[in-house]
DNA sequence: GCTTGACCTTGACGCAGCGTCAACCCTGCA
DNA sequence: TGCAGGGTTGACGCTGCGTCAAGGTCAAGC
């Protein structure tokens, strides 16, 4: 007769996997000694040796049983089945290892790579990094919320770089940002003007209904909106545009 | 201000996973309205997404912390170290499958292909199922044993099937099971004869001894002999072998 | 006969990442 | 005012054991 741990040696588990397998019920209880002691047979071994195979060839606890009284035909349909399982496991496994490739090679955490670009872009024209990380948190947002139109919005977006007031817009928030106070009180309503007369453009040429078709969901918009107001500057500019009667700021509409 | 299942939505996760990243201190618990909700702010849906992109990249929970405030250098090697990670549970499941494979297409749950060759070979001389079992399973407890050694012990035992006298007893055994107790008293007593000759024979060639190296250990010979003595034919033979001299069935030697 | 160390016992928490009740409160709309 | 559809905390479930904790038991050496 054998103890629990004669019998774990023998058949080359641990003596807790042995009592786990009696109480998941792999395994009957055995008699007990005097004292206590669990007594095992051969048969015992044998039949751990068996659950140890199955289990190390990654087979579930739960389907061992099964599997141990199974008939070849019952037997071989659920070791394919159990394959299946594994290779669905596998291919997980293997789409993780792509993502985390992606992002290792990747710019920045999270953002689609065409954003990526886009933010680069807008830092070679001399933004600071405090709008280009604000800017990259939004369009986090954009990108999970309309993950198949993002590409559309950066290709738009990347268009309006090429106007000339945009980069010099861009480079005012650079200055002001940098600069003192007293320069700022000139800045912004320049600014103010400057986004007004695009404005304008884009009413003119319809853009501002296409805006209207992309932004469907005012909350979100409020939302977007929300991150910019952090800056006391934007709040600034949006009531000197306010007072020239465009209202919004993600999204943009006359009042 | 959102609830928490709005700031889920954006960030397309469930609401539990929110309330489990607050719980392991991956998001910091928000405030609560007079009611007790929790209210987000836009920052909490980009945070949150960029936990769950590194989420599903496969980043353990308890790492995403650190990945998340990593400058370029931590990142890379965290991720270089997260894809080894990967790339280890890719191999381990991929022995899983061929183990299961070889499962799916072996003759017999547990037992090495040499043993399984065996069991096929003392089938084709006649031997009854039942015997063959109980030597299929002494054999996992074997081959379990001596993993290194079963191919040779399976060498020699294939050899002694080459002895007309072993296909004999083997016959004899399969006779037995069949026949009438009235046949098996002279049966039995051939046997034993049968089985003298032999060992007399190993006994002069020098057999006895390499026996010894093999089994050196005496506790798991006597689990061995236990299994045997499962059946009364085997207490009859080692009765009528101790009588001519002969002591031990999975060891033999001279009394 | 006593100590020592190895082995046995049960019980319970821990791990990863949430899913899924349960039981109850809050809010907005008809 | 009632109801549907949010929200809240709390706790168990899943997988396969590892790892204490707090003892009782056994064999061996003194």
Redesign the pocket.
């Known amino acids: 007769m054998l103890?629990?741990?004669?019998l774990a040696s023998y058949a080359g588990v641990?003596?807790?996997?042995v009592?786990?397998y009696h109480q998941v019920g792999l395994m009957p209880e055995p008699e007990r000694?005097?004292?206590?002691?669990?007594t095992y047979d051969a048969d015992a071994v044998v039949r751990l040796i068996r659950i140890r195979t199955l289990?190390e060839a990654g087979v579930?606890?739960?389907r061992v049983q099964e599997l141990l009284d199974a008939d070849a035909k019952t037997f071989s349909e659920a070791t394919a089945q159990i394959d299946r399982e594994l290779r669905a496991k596998i291919r997980e496994l293997q789409e993780h290892r792509r993502r985390i490739a992606q992002l290792a090679s990747g710019d920045s955490l999270a953002v689609p790579e065409a954003v990526a670009d886009y933010l680069e872009m807008v830092r070679a024209i001399g933004a600071p990094e405090l709008l280009i990380s604000a800017e990259r948190d939004a369009w986090i947002l954009v990108a999970a919320r309309y993950p198949d139109q993002i590409a559309a919005f950066m290709e738009d977006k990347v268009r309006q770089l090429e106007d000339p007031r945009v980069v010099r817009f861009y480079q005012s928030i650079s200055r002001m940002l940098s600069g003192d106070e007293k320069e700022n009180e000139h800045l912004v309503p320049e600014m103010a003007d400057l986004l007004v007369e695009m404005f304008e453009e884009a009413a003119a040429s319809g853009q501002l209904e296409q805006q209207d078709l992309n932004m469907d969901d005012s909350a979100f918009v409020q939302l977007l909106d929300s991150m910019a107001e952090g800056h006391p500057m934007v709040v600034q500019l949006r009531q000197l545009l306010a007072e020239r009667g465009w209202i919004g700021w993600t999204k943009i509409e006359r009042a």
Do not use: F
Request: hydrophobic share 35%; net charge positive.
């Open positions: 103890t629990i741990g004669q641990t003596i807790r996997a009592r786990h000694d005097a004292s206590g002691y669990r289990a579930p606890l739960a």
